[in-house]
């Protein structure tokens, strides 16, 4: 318990320091890149059959806090997990269709979107990563937001 308070105050103390000194461009791209996450689920729902302008609506739905922290947590998640960023958005695409939002700080959350993606079940090392993203996760939401 004790090392996971350690383990939760060095991260939070690195990513504090790392947004300091993250370039302005980088920033840029990461907005860009954040920002492609809804057109490309908004694309996905277009595509199967929903209005655009009802599948913009929905993509913004499923997240849960501003969209550059959204899209740090799904790169963590994505790189991670070696999970394919398609897959992702499809499954967001999905989400979206539930009217539920995606929480990438839950680990509960991860672990049902890694099962649905990688349709088999998760062994105890996969289980250990995402437990680590969820507390990654966490710790960029909370030092961003």
Known sequence: MITRKILTL???TV?????ASIPR???NTT?????SITNRVATILFNRGIEEHKAHELSQAI???NEEVFSMMLENFADTCAIDKESIYQELSKIALSKKSAD???YAFLVKLSRLIKSTYLEASELKKIEAVAMKNQIVYKAFV
């Open 63 to 65: 997240i849960n806090t």
């Open 15 to 19: 990513t504090l320091t790392l947004n």
């Open 10 to 12: 060095t991260l939070l």
């Open 31 to 35: 907005r860009q890149q954040s920002n």
């Open 25 to 27: 461009d980088l920033r």
């Open 104 to 106: 990438f700080t839950s």
